[in-house]
């Protein structure tokens, strides 16, 4: 069984635009409703809750199915943020909320709606005629022997460089070190790039036969793991497993209770290589099983606070500076610094923080920054491209091909760009660079 769109005219394609916009504003209108009368975190949160899962229990009804799709994905990615907010918020300052850290938590939490809401009526159908992909025994056409050789040389090159430093931060802390991708510069994000990749271009060779090569590769693939891991670093890690995991798990068999599954896994590994950032004589085994804060209330109620006193753009700017960032300041002098890096050094926060450190705003902060309270109609159209990007996720996703790791990486992306909006898509394109680049050298013959 494969699931594909029905939506295959334009008539079918403006009518499911229509209903999700409709849907929005129907949301937005209850979460308002709910607003108007309470200011309570706990009520804000659990009423966001219910209408989200309306909009699933809509989509469900419309499709008539609950296969894996982007909306589930958001679902399960707000309720880990958001989680994590509530239990630090409550925790510290309590049930009732005031002033900027109100406003901060009800947008983040509106923005996640109007999300969810566009992703409602965009409706996928059922078709008998499929087979499963069986990525254990590829026959990848065309594919250069001497990519995978660059591959494993690479590995090997990256793991030797890599893992002292790796080790190192794992047991004595990773205490001044940034996770914003921007501040490691462009050539460490390619090398990254192409070691959260290469185990799965790696497994794209692998066959059933056993053979020195493939076991060989198997440690490469397990050292670049261990190795990322040890980095302390989420984002790189997940990254990489979400890519590996299209290579050996069919994703048209995933459905709600399996995501639950692979979501509460993805939770523990986070939570684990946060831990070891922490270094290993620190390690708390609770600390696994808990939600945790992302700092998103926090820094985006400093960005509220800094456009009381001045004007928003009204045009993208921070929203699409993704598209921009990889520009060297050489050839772009005006090129902004990333929002959640410079908001930290204005009049916003009584805390002081270092020229390293970076906050993530959300993936509402950069929209906030650009259009203000008007921002809730370009977050509508970020849902539609999602609806539409999740026509190709389905299509191109478990293709034995560069085409398919690329695809592969859109879960990630859409989990962590919740939290840092242009960090992940900055790594999504570089990502996206160096398998154009693989692709190109797979063309090459060698005589």
Do not use: C
Not at 25 to 42: D, K, M, P, R, T
Not at 56 to 85: D, M, P
Not at 211 to 217: A, E, P, R, T
Not at 344 to 364: A, C, M
């Amino acid at each position: 069984m494969s699931i594909k769109y029905s939506m295959v005219s334009n008539k079918s394609t403006l009518i499911s635009v229509l209903l999700s916009f409709i849907s929005v504003i129907f949301s937005l209108s209850i979460y308002g409703a709910v607003l108007f009368f309470s200011n309570s975190l706990l009520i804000i949160y659990l009423s966001t809750l219910f209408i989200i899962l309306i909009n699933y229990g809509l989509r469900l009804y419309w499709t008539k199915s609950s296969a894996f799709n982007f909306q589930l994905l958001f679902i399960f990615t707000y309720f880990y943020y958001i989680t994590g907010e509530v239990q630090s918020v409550y925790k510290y300052i309590g049930d009732a909320l005031s002033g900027s850290y109100l406003e901060a938590f009800v947008l983040i939490n509106a923005g996640a709606i109007v999300i969810v809401s566009t992703l409602t009526f965009f409706k996928i159908k059922k078709e008998n005629n499929s087979t499963r992909l069986s990525n254990t025994e590829i026959n990848f056409k065309g594919y250069s022997k001497y990519v995978t050789i660059i591959v494993r040389v690479f590995i090997v090159f990256y793991i030797m460089n890599s893992f002292t430093s790796s080790l190192s931060l794992a047991l004595y802390g990773r205490h001044s070190e940034v996770e914003s991708l921007v501040d490691f510069g462009i050539i460490s994000a390619f090398i990254t790039a192409f070691a959260v990749i290469s185990p799965s271009i790696l497994l794209l060779r692998i066959n059933k036969k056993m053979s020195v090569w493939k076991i060989f590769d198997f440690v490469l693939i397990f050292l670049v793991f261990v190795s990322l891991a040890l980095t302390g670093t989420r984002f790189y890690i997940l990254f990489a497993l979400v890519i590996f995991s299209h290579r050996i798990i069919n994703i048209k068999k995933i459905n709600t209770l399996s995501l639950s599954v692979l979501f509460f896994m993805a939770i523990l590994i986070g939570n684990l290589v946060r831990e070891i950032r922490g270094s290993f004589e620190n390690f708390n085994i609770e600390n696994l099983f808990y939600f945790h804060s992302e700092g998103l209330v926090y820094y985006f109620s400093g960005l509220v606070r800094y456009y009381e006193n001045f004007s928003h753009n009204y045009y993208p700017l921070y929203s699409v500076f993704w598209s921009y960032a990889l520009i060297p300041r050489s050839i772009f002098s005006a090129k902004p610094e990333l929002i959640g890096k410079w908001i930290l050094h204005t009049n916003s926060f009584q805390e002081q923080f270092s020229e390293k450190h970076s906050g993530s705003v959300s993936f509402v902060g950069p929209f906030f920054a650009d259009f203000g309270y008007t921002m809730f109609l370009p977050i509508f159209f970020v849902g539609l491209l999602l609806a539409f990007g999740e026509k190709n996720y389905l299509k191109y996703a478990q293709e034995p091909s560069f085409r398919g790791i690329i695809y592969a990486a859109f879960p990630a992306l859409i989990f962590f760009s919740f939290r840092s909006f242009n960090t992940s898509i900055i790594f999504f394109v570089v990502i996206s660079i160096v398998i154009l680049g693989l692709s190109f050298l797979q063309k090459i013959r060698f005589k």
